[in-house]
Each structure stands twice: as C-alpha cells, then as structure tokens.
C-alpha cells in the first residue's frame, strides 16, 4: 500500500472514530441530562415548600406538587394562569421584580398571594434568576406563613391570659387581706350595736336605728363571705358524687323560681359521672350561672339549657383555656339564647366586681365566685358569646370515675352519694 | 507524570495511567491533559492501561478527551494493546465505558 493510501486509510479510521466519539458523547450527556431532569422534578416534589419556575413576562413553566396544592389550581389552570394573578395585589409583583433586578435575588419578601378560591395568605418569597429550559427565568420558593401568623395570635392570646390570671391572683390576694380585716371590724360593730341594742327599752326609735345598722352589717357579712369564697380562703369539704343527681336537683329549684316566659331544659347525659365536689357549691355555680341567665333574658322571655356531658380535653381546649390539663372532665353548660356579650367585655366578665347590671342589683361577684369555685375543684370556666346569639358558659369538673369504673382502691361504693336515686332527665 | 487538579488527579507510571477523583473541567480546559496524553502516547509503550476504578465522576468534555486523545490515537499506533479497569460501584462507567469498545479492536474493559 502506497504512503497517500495509507494516510488516506488513516484518515478515514479517525473520521469513523469521531464519529464513534460524537456518538458516545451524546450518549452520555443525553443520559446525563436525563438524571438531571429526573434529580430536579424528584427534589422539587419531596421538598416539603411550594416552588415554581417563571418567566419575568409571568408564565409559568414549571411548578411543584406543593404550589399546586397550596393555590389550589389544577395542573391545566396553573400553566395557563399568570404569575401577576397569585398576588393579592397584582403590583406587588413588580416590586418583586424589581427588587430581584436590582440585588439579583429576592429574599424574605413579604406578601399576600392568592389561592384559586380568592382566599389570601401571608407568605415569604425567596426567589434567584436561572436558566430554565433554554430561558432567562425565576426561580421562587413561598413560604407560607399561615401557620406561623397563627402560632402568634395563639402565643399573644397566652400571653394576654397570663397577664389576666397574676392580675387576678393579685386582686384575689388583696381582696381576701381586706376581707378578712373587715370581718374582724364587722364583729366589734356587731357586738357594739347588739350590746347598745340591749341596754335601749325595747320601744326606742333608736332601737330600730340600730336593727336597720345591724342588717345592713349583716349584708356587708355576706359580702365579705362572698369576697373570701372567691379567693379561696374558706375550705370546703369535697366528696364523692354523682354529679348529675347534684346538678338535677338544682335544676329543679332553679326552675320553681324561674318566671313562666322562660323555659329551663335540662340535658344529662353524664348520669354516671363521679366528681370529687362540694355539692352546695355546685348548686352556687348554678345558681349564679342561672340568676345571670334569668337577667339576660329579663322583659324579653327566652329559653336556658342546662347541659351536662362527658368531654375530653385536648390540646385545642388547652389552648383556649389554659387552666385545663390534659384529660376527662364532666362539664356543666348554662347556656341562654338572650342579647349575648358585647366583644369588648367579654374578656372581664370573671373579673371581680365586673358588673353590667344598674347599680344596685349586681355586685359583679357571681362569675368570679363562680370562676374561684372552680378552681377549687380543679377544673375551669369557660365562656361562649357573640352579640345577639346568647351566652353559654361550660364548666368543666375533673372526671374521678364513672360508675361502673368504680373499684374499691379508686373509691369505695358507699362513699359515693346519691342525693336521690333517679336523676331528672331532660 | 502527574497532574494535580482540585479534585482529581492523573499518573502515568510503568504504562499505567491512573485517574482518580471528580473530573469536570471545562472543554478548553482539558488541554492540559491532551498533552499529557500525547506524551503518553510518543513513549510509544506497547500496552497502556487506563485504570479509573477510584474516577468517582467524569463531564462529557472528559470523555470526549480520553476518546479522541488518548484512545483514537492509541488505535493508530499497530500492536498496541490496551487495557482499561473499571468500578462497577460507578454507573456511569458501567453504562458508558464499554462504548469504548467500538473505538479501538484491541481494548479490553475490566470491571471490579
């Protein structure tokens, strides 16, 4: 073979090899790319935040299994809709856009987006240039911020009830000193007037002076009594008992004395429930709880609802009211269907000396004895009001047993009392 | 011979060529290594190995280089033999290096 046919044969071997190498190349980067590819759409789907892919003019081109549950839009209505309209307000993209031109990536940009409802929430924006599919694009991962917004009202509405309960351990404290001072007063007031009383003939005016000043010490007496049962000074002793025979004969008088345009039902339907109780404080709570019930519908007639159920509280009624712990509790509702309680006072209706009745007709005691009482049975008080839809207020008793939960190391049988045998039902 | 790089590096020592690490460089910058190839191949030895059992990763641009430069130019040169060991712990050598093959007659592509 002559030299020319040799380099000639040479050549052709190299133009076949780079052929060949072209070949293996574009195998390899095709399979290359296609990991790639394969890399993006698994990472962008586990991670756990929206993201999507957009062009500046607004088209979408690519968007995560979370954007799309997050918005709302199908896989169709999401490649058609633009970017513009995820915004609460439209112009707020152009600010996003312009913040990106002019520091090349947008970070912790606060705003509202949109979801396919119409429904808005609050939301961070992180978001860089890269090249997509060939095209100039954005990068944007959102942070919703949803639930974030709501850890903060929780953590704020925990701090306000905080702030309320020291407020009313303090005034509790400072009441129960004044009390207590007041009663030792109130006893030499009384011996004094008994004794001038006696020394007086029994047809002296002054003596009736004195019986008037004797009755109006005796209702600063009860006042002081209500004032030490409301910061827990006096002990009661709490037993054993079915709650609901309790709660049915106080129904009854509680009915006797209710006036005919109102009607009082009662619902029982914890019959077997056994709290350690004070049963005369169970009929104060009643009462209280009633008496305000009685006033709310006053002039316009109504109906109240006496409820007693077995709950369980969770997390979420721990939330809401932060006396209660974990676990079983009987709970008592009052509930009327009168003007309900203004927004604004709802917060202090357990407040001592809160009151919305006309001066002499409340002292503005009876929730906040109602509010110490239970906390003396370890439980908790709760209200329910909107203006114009009634009022319910639900105590919730720590549940010791039931029944047929009884045993002899938990609580003998015969400790456990019945006020009568057959509890009125509703 | 060696070359030195950030992630990688390449011998060449009693005609066996060692490259080990992550291999992904830009097109131009391979000239270096196309002229350690072609040292390579001036020393006209009558078997070369290529051992890229510890290569974790090599571009395109890096398979293109080894192709053209040390295999398509081994392939001119008669009786030489050429042996390439491989890692099957590496799937990209396991779906590409075998192509190789088709480069030269006289190869041999042994898996690890």
Sequence with gaps: MSNENKEKDKLKRRIAGLEKTLQIVTGYSGRIEKNLRQLFEVVSDTMPVPMMISLKTGAILFFNGNAQKIFGYSEKEFRKIAASLLYENPDDRGIFLKTLEDKGEVRDFAVNLKKADGSVFPASLFSRQIVFEGQNCLLTVIHDLSELKQEEEKRLMLERQLRQTQKMEAIGTMAGGIAHDFNNILTVIFGKLELASMMLPGESKVVRYIADALAAARRAKAMTKQILAFCRKTEYARKPFHISTVVAEAYKMIASLTPSDIEVRLGIKAESAIILCDPTQIHQVMMNLCSNAHHALRDRGGVIEILLEEVRAGSQEKIMIPALKSGDYVRLTVRDNGPGIEKNIVDRVFDPFFTTKPSGEGTGMGLSIVRGILQAHGGAVSVDSEPGKGAAFHCWFPLVAQTEDLTESVMPQDTVERHRKNSVRG | ?112
């Design chain 2, 1 to 112: 011979m060696t070359i030195q790089g950030e992630n990688y590096k390449v011998t060449y020592q009693n005609g066996v060529i060692s490259i080990s690490g992550k291999l992904s460089l830009m097109l131009e910058d391979y000239e270096e290594l196309e002229t350690f190839f072609e040292e390579v191949i001036e020393s006209r030895p009558s078997e070369i190995t290529i051992d890229i059992r510890n290569l974790e990763y090599l571009n395109s641009s890096g398979i293109k280089t080894i192709c053209v430069s040390l295999i398509l130019e081994a392939a001119d040169i008669e009786n030489l033999q050429m042996k390439i060991l491989c890692s099957d712990r590496y799937t990209w050598q396991k779906e590409t290096v075998p192509t190789f093959k088709d480069l030269m007659d006289d190869i041999t592509v042994l898996f690890g």
